[in-house]
Nanobody, 112 residues
């Protein structure tokens, strides 16, 4: 089982990034997927979830209206489109499969 995130980087406040997570080693289309994030000195927290079919999504209040989670079951990919980024969005972002697997994380830094 493997989850590999990509797409992180340095962006100015108000900018956008799109994170990607490539999954392998399990039946991707059977499991809900989540994005978490962990800022320095803070606990890892849930950002967004998407159901196995992609029909249901949920978000933490702090990112509602700015972030969008999506998935492509054919490609075994999950995405997090992040718009209107704020300094407080700076964190390592992790992909998680309800199968019970974590990615290695990708750093997102929002700074001017």
């Amino acid at each position: 089982v493997q989850l590999v995130e990509s797409g992180g980087g340095l962006v100015q406040p108000g900018g956008s990034l799109r994170l990607s997570c490539a999954a392998s080693g399990f039946t991707f289309s059977s499991y809900s997927m989540r994005w978490y994030r962990q800022a320095p000195g803070k606990e890892r927290g849930l950002v967004a979830t998407i159901s196995s079919t992609g029909g249901t999504t949920t978000y933490v209040d702090s990112v509602k209206g700015r972030f969008t989670i999506a998935r492509d079951n054919d490609k075994k990919m999950v995405y997090l489109q992040m718009n209107s980024l704020k300094v407080e969005d700076t964190a390592v972002y992790y992909c998680y499969a309800a199968y019970g697997a974590w990615g290695q994380g990708t750093q997102v830094t929002v700074s001017s």
